[in-house]
């Protein structure tokens, strides 16, 4: 049996015939061919899968595909803009929060979310809020650093925090 | 931008954009016309024989295309090669499907491919297996035991090799000794855990007859040498690929079944085949790290000085040698002497078969095992005596003016400054100040003890003088530059760093440069990126061919400008005539014309501006370092945390700090994280209880400290980039520090520091402090 669902990811809508079992990240990666989201457990652990739904950070292995018929999604794919990284992006770019970069994306996509409820957390909240996420290279450090550094660059950028809030649901 | 000093350059990474914008290409991310998915059924059983398999109804099922069991396997393809047996081993190799019998849980006993994934998974649950279980082995000193069940019967044994040695008078320094320390100490196995889980595409493409595989490894070169001949494929027409690789710590060294099953599909069914591991297989299914059982006596005499070192190791090398499995821990013996002078030493190694998943190497790799034994045994000491740990270390330091040294044990140092790391640490770790807090605390009666934690370390690394590599640097006709490694690098930068030596070397802009990796069409033969080999070995590679590149460059432009080459200069993408800075010849013209050269040139001038260049390191590097972990240990429940790491490390010239900072952040902790978090546990049946990430715990960001590191510089003579290598340094100083800062805590409280084992868990550190209580009740 197939279900048809309808998606928006990064600004362009999709309709597809899915299995009810298909999981959201396997719809990205191999339906839709968006391989930044990446899979690196099956325990819903490390974050490497993790998307916003619906402006809301969620792990997309553990969300189906028809859980989010009719949803908003945002991928690590759709977070610059015009040619230009998005503040978070640059962050890890800037401190080195990157080695192999396989946790990158879903790092990337957490910390986004963090930032757009907090847009000027400590580095206590900074590791509280990535505990959903993990990575093997890089042992936080840096991390860290680049969720400040992108802090103080998106306080430079945007100095009212309200529109931000519904940044998320933004959709091109 | 160009920078004006190869060493020292804090440069961001040129692979960073295309990763931070979801942009890199993983194995799991390559997608081919027609690709079928591949499933491995594996065995539940630690220890089973295989009475039947059905295969009917899994074959039946919808978008099952075919299926092999290790028998027909056999047919076709050899067991996996292990690299440099240890001589008169008992070898037992592993095949790529279990052939008769199963000797660990997670081990593969049916392939299967289908038109999806999911239709894979499910019809795994259709295949039908019969064992007959049979007793395991799970502790290695057992298994070594007579009447212990054979794991491989044709070996009659599953001691797969002994070493027993000594050197110096061990016997009469213990007879003499001021004092004696014993301890048994447990380097726990670990799982790798790179975040990217192992995957692999097989492409066979009938007509030309060629075989492209895409594959999370480390080392594409030698996973085409060993499927060569698995498979009995001419060399030259496999072709491997590592594209962007996801972390790797050692564990992605190996060659796997997986590899050479895809390639097996591929081949009967002229279709591409992808198989893509699922976490839980990653637990069971790659290789796991350390292993080791130590048993360790130590003389010393009243100063502190260390007189003898006695050593007994089980290594736990699991059900079969995979690729590096018996080595690494012969490793830890290369390095047993550590940065200390002990002249006296006795050394029996066990490597014992078990039933359990095959051991290889982790991040370190045999030496945080030596790090690990000699940093505790240097704290008993000093805890006998009374005295700090520094005071023991000191008295025991190969001086600084004593390199090139050789150990007792025969390994030769480049160069070192042991002593200065520490005085290094210690003010930045503010030592004096921490030990008064350390005291304050315990006068207060404060719930939380504080523990200080040293480790001094050299380790072995620059892989190796038997293993070179070639670097290619090509000026195309435009004036920007190709490099071509041989060693693979999985998150280190490599392509940040080669970029930098060659931008130094030939004055172009790093932005010109593209380091090309990971390929053996393009790359000539390498023993890719391992035993913090990459930049040493590599990276000498890399700038020996940007000088012979340079040298060639000089020629011509001397021939363009009519002059001798010593006239030429170059500065700023120009040669020029020193004194006549007009006649000039610009970089770019120069590569264009060695391309297509102009009539003037003279007959013998070799068109083109290209250096193929092999390095052979003389020796291995061996960088050191001094660290100090700070502990808070709860007395009431046993909980530890690291409020403060401090690291001095020595990796010779940093080519890049930034990439050094990086590697040593994530070395650290790794080490952190087997002291204190993770441990793999089997039960008495060889059932893997802790078989993935719900149980097994990898240290998230909440769980680890921020490091303050220094630098210290000391310049190896092995190669002209004065390079250690770095990527295992961290893990190596991090695992006695912890540990011996939990055990420096707990010490007031009447807890033997020889009973304190990793990982320093609160369950754990809670029953010492219980049992030392009722002790002193
Ligand atoms: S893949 Fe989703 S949490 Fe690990
Ligand atoms: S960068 Fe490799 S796992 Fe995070």
Redesign the interface.
Known sequence: MLCNIQVTVNGRSYASAV?P??LLV?YL??VL???????????S??G?CTVLLNGKAVKSCTVFAVQADGGIIL???G??KDGK?HPV?EG???E?G????????GM?MASYALLQRNPNPT?AE???A???????????????RAVQWASRQMAETQPTPAPRRRAGRRSR | MVISKLVGARIKRKEDPRLITGGGTYTDDVRLPGMLYMAVLRSPHAHARIKRIDLGKALSHPGVVAALTGEEVKQVCDPIPALGPIEGMKLALRPPLAVGKVTHVGEGVVALVAESRYQARDALDLVEVEYEPLPANVDPERAMRRGAPVIHEHLKTNLAYSIKQSVGDVEGAFQRAAGTVKARLVEQRLIPLAMECRAVVAHYEPGPGTLTIWNTTQNPHVLRGFLASMLHLPENRIRVIAPDVGGGFGSKIDTYPEEALAALFSIRLGRPVKWAEERMENFQATIHGRGQLQEIEVAYDQDGGITALRVRIWADLGAYCQTFTHAIPTLTLTMLNGPYKIPNLAWELYGVYTNKTPTDAYRGAGRPEATYLLERALDLVAHRLGRDPTEVRRRNFIPKDAFPYKTAVGTVYDSGDYEGALDKVLRLANYTALRREQQERLQRGDRKLLGIGLSTFVEICGFAPNMPDNATVRVEPTGSVTVFTGTSPHGQGEETAFAQIVAEELGVPMEDITVVHGDTLTTPQGYGTLGSRTLPVGGTAVYQAAKTVKEKAVQLAAHLLKVTPDKVSYEGGRFFVEDIPDRKVSWKEVAEKAYSPPPELPADFEPGLLATVYFKPSNFTFPFGAHIAVVEVDRETGDVQVVNYFAVDDCGHRINPLLVEGQLHGGIAQGIAQDLYEEVVYDQNGQLLTNSLMNYAVPNPAMLPSYTLEASVTPTPVNPLGAKGVGELGTIGATPAVVNAVADALKPLGVDPAQVQMACTPERVWRLIQQAQRRRR
């Open positions: 299995e079992r298909l396997h990666r191999d061919g968006l391989t930044g989201t990446h899979i690196g457990c099956d325990t652990q490390c490497a991928t690590v794919e977070l610059a990284l992006q890890f770019w800037e080195h990157l080695q192999c970069g396989f946790c990158t994306p990337i580095e900074i590791r509280h990535l505990e959903g996420n993990l990575c093997r290279c890089t042992g936080y450090q840096n991390i860290v």
